[in-house]
């Protein structure tokens, strides 16, 4: 098992921007795929962005032109660059492996309100 830390949520008004970092614990992040996820209240988790591990991406449509995904393996970590954020944007977001089963860390809570 490895352990995530997201970070770096928080309140934004509309068309704001936040940076999401999540923290693995070991250096097995560097070999799969990873995903940032997010969960609004009453609504499943959805995987909204991914990155393999040759730094190939893909994103929800929902999310395209707006969020980049990146990953910087020496130092285990995975970004969420969020631009022009929407209100329908505020969940929960979490970041975890996307082809390999693992718990989820706590997440970091975006809000996007005026």
């Known amino acids: 098992q490895v352990q995530f830390v997201e970070s770096g949520g928080g309140l934004v008004q509309p068309a704001g921007s936040l940076r999401l970092s999540c923290a693995a614990s070991g250096s097995i992040f560097r070999v799969y795929d990873m995903g940032w996820y997010r969960q609004a209240p009453g609504k499943p988790r959805e995987l909204v962005a991914q990155v393999s591990t040759s730094s190939t991406t893909n994103y929800a449509d929902s999310v395209k032109g707006r969020f980049t995904i990146s990953r910087d393996s020496a130092k285990n970590t995975v970004y969420l660059q969020m631009n022009n954020l929407k209100p329908e944007d505020t969940a929960v977001y979490y970041c975890?492996?996307?082809?390999?089963?693992?718990?989820w860390g706590q997440g970091t809570q975006v809000t996007v309100s005026s």
């Open positions: 975890n492996f996307v082809f390999r089963s693992n718990p």
